[in-house]
């Protein structure tokens, strides 16, 4: 990896030669600008109800044009208090930008995606993206699941075997599903919205139509993050086909279901939702009022949008501040090599200004709630919570050995564990 910027200062010092270098630059970084962002405003809108087969193609120019930026990045000087207190640590991300520049290789993950069934359709105007994998074994439960930020559709791809095709895994035929993954509105391969209004209610009414398109007269759905919000809403929408969900973060916040003192518990629940506001939800904050100026940083530097999301996997995960280890670096720069080729960085921040304080919070609900708490999770919710929300809980479990906020992603195992043991009553 080449040192960043090398003998700018002696061009800057030029002043004809700056104005040329400077107009140079300019129209070089409007055109690799526009490139990256038509790899997914090019793609044809699908007509009507329309279910067309999809498949990754990132051009080699925009893989080159990534390396050039990397060897490129110019990093800011070294934290001055220790560990993640000010955030991702420059020696990790210096590491991981290094390895992204010299090692990681798209084309592996775009032979991954490929190699899975792949659509687009467009719902309510919106183009959306797709995975859906049907199960070998019949009366596979149809099951809905949707990411959340900083992830994406690549948190489930591991999953996706051992809930298809469960026998393969050492399972039972009677706990296969069928799997629908959509990517969210301004996520991934899915269309950007380009007016405001796509919050998640209209997400939740959404997935529900998309849902109905592909024939599924009764499912399931499942979510953390983003995707128990928007999975919240869909029962709370309660469309007819909505069997039952699943939520590994359920939103029991904004407010919290009190009721006279707290016990212990609940103490503790208010104490870890005390602390990610004073001292974790910056970031929401400025996604959920700036997006536009945000995004700017994001889509030009990809060692900032890898820095943005790295931080969040070290913090949020059951990884003691050492993602790397648990996801592997290959695994963290998919998630952010998706947000990269597709520029997204502005468009899925959106989704906080649309929904953060407004849409994201504590819903009555009335169709079936199963809950699994990961014991590294932002907060850990008390049943009571659950039991004054939702008039059905139907399953929970706050006993599991790890994992963090990003379920799938982190334990693969565990969650399709979780997910087995959840709907078995539901099929």
């Known amino acids: ?63 080159d044009d990534l390396r050039s930026r990397l060897a490129a990045t110019r990093l ?26 010299d090692h990681y290789d798209w084309r592996r993950l ?113 979510g953390g993050d983003w995707g128990a919000g928007v999975t919240t809403w869909m029962a709370k929408q309660q469309p007819a086909a909505l069997a039952a969900v699943h939520l590994n973060l359920p939103i029991l916040f904004g407010p919290p279901p009190l009721e006279g003192d707290p016990t212990p518990a609940e103490q503790e629940a208010l104490k870890q939702l005390t602390a990610y506001s004073t001292d974790g939800s910056a970031y929401a904050l400025l996604q959920g009022t700036r997006p536009q100026t945000i995004g700017y940083g994001l889509a030009d530097s990809p060692a900032g949008q890898a820095a943005w999301i790295y931080e969040k996997l070290g913090q949020w995960s059951d990884s003691d501040l050492d993602p790397d280890r648990l996801f592997g670096r290959d695994r963290i720069l998919d998630n952010i090599s998706l947000y990269w080729h597709t520029n997204t960085a502005a468009s899925s921040a959106r989704l906080y200004a649309e929904s953060f304080s407004t849409d994201f919070r504590t819903l009555n609900v009335d169709v079936p709630v199963g809950v699994s708490v990961f014991p590294k999770e932002l907060y850990q919710a008390p049943k009571v919570w659950a039991e004054r929300t939702y008039s059905h809980l139907f399953y929970w479990n706050d006993d599991i050995p790890k994992g963090g906020h990003f379920a799938a992603f982190e334990q693969p195992d565990l969650f399709v564990t979780e997910l087995r043991n959840c709907f078995r009553s539901m099929r």
């Open 1 to 63: 990896m080449t040192k960043p910027f090398a003998r700018r200062s002696v061009l800057l010092a030029t002043g004809a030669a700056t104005l040329a270098v400077s107009a140079g630059v300019g129209q070089a970084a409007a055109a690799t600008s526009a490139g990256l962002r038509d790899l997914v405003e090019a793609l044809p809108t699908p007509s009507g109800d329309e279910i067309v087969p999809f498949k990754v193609r990132v051009p080699q120019s925009a893989i």
């Open 76 to 101: 800011p000087d070294r934290e001055t208090a220790p560990g993640w207190v000010q955030g991702a640590p420059l020696s990790r991300v210096r590491d991981l930008i290094g390895y992204w520049h």
């Open 110 to 222: 775009e032979r991954r995606l490929n190699g899975l069934p792949q659509f687009r359709t467009t719902i309510d105007g919106l183009p959306i993206h797709f995975i859906h994998v049907r199960s070998r074994h019949r009366g596979a439960l149809p099951l809905l699941l949707t990411h959340g930020w900083p992830g994406s559709i690549v948190e489930f791809l591991d999953v996706i075997g051992p809930l298809t095709d469960p026998v393969a895994y050492g399972g039972k035929a009677s706990d296969a599903f069928d799997v629908v993954i959509p990517a969210l509105p301004g996520y991934g391969f899915s269309g950007k919205p380009t007016e405001t209004g796509w919050g998640l209610p209209r997400i939740a009414t959404a997935w529900d139509t998309l849902m109905t398109r592909l024939g599924y007269s009764r499912y399931v759905a499942q």
